[in-house]
């Protein structure tokens, strides 16, 4: 499937990955749950998020807070807020450090909390996409807050591709374990 164009696919793709991410996650041995990500042999991942995250738990309260910064986002600005997506001081060259926020902000929580974070928040982010038309997710223009892309990019971004970024990571993860 590619990258979705309408709700319908919005909602298929999001609930699809989701899923599969669960069950990649509910299929990790105590091996791979107990062991500490290290990507640092894999010479293709440079990206800072292959040192940041460190376990499994790093990576669902990543996506559980993106999808705190959508809820408050489309929430704020449906209010008649001018909120931006991401949060002052950042932007989309400094969201990394954003990102380091989270990730400190949450090395007390406990993977079964994150797990019941995320659920809540993909369910919320679920409900929330499907309260939109398919023309106010998918056309541009349609919200001036949005700026030049879509609302559903927004969604899209956030979920269905974030979750297939998130099982690339795990998949790499149980790669490292069995080497």
């Not at 998020?49 to 996506?63: A, E, F, T």
């Not at 999808?67 to 449906?78: G, S």
Request: proline share 2%.
């Amino acid at each position: 499937m590619g990258r979705p164009t309408t709700k319908a696919e919005l909602l298929q793709a999001s609930a699809m990955k989701y899923q599969e991410m669960n069950a990649l996650i509910s299929s990790m041995t105590e091996k791979e749950l107990t062991t500490s990500f290290d990507f640092t042999k894999m010479k293709s991942k440079t990206q800072a998020h292959w040192g940041r995250d460190k376990n499994l738990r790093d990576i669902l309260i990543h996506l559980y807070e993106w999808h705190q910064l959508l809820l408050n986002w489309v929430a704020a600005n449906k209010k008649g807020e001018n909120k931006t997506f991401l949060p002052a001081p950042y932007n989309w060259r400094t969201y990394g450090d954003m990102n380091m926020e989270f990730w400190k902000r949450h090395q007390d929580t406990k993977l079964e909390e994150a797990k019941a974070m995320l659920e809540q928040s993909h369910g919320e982010a679920m409900a929330l996409a499907e309260s939109f038309t398919d023309r106010e997710l998918f056309e541009k223009g349609v919200y001036p807050w949005v700026g030049g892309s879509t609302l559903g990019s927004y969604f899209v971004a956030n979920m269905s591709s974030h979750y297939d970024w998130a099982i690339q990571k795990l998949k790499a993860h149980r790669k490292n374990c069995k080497e």
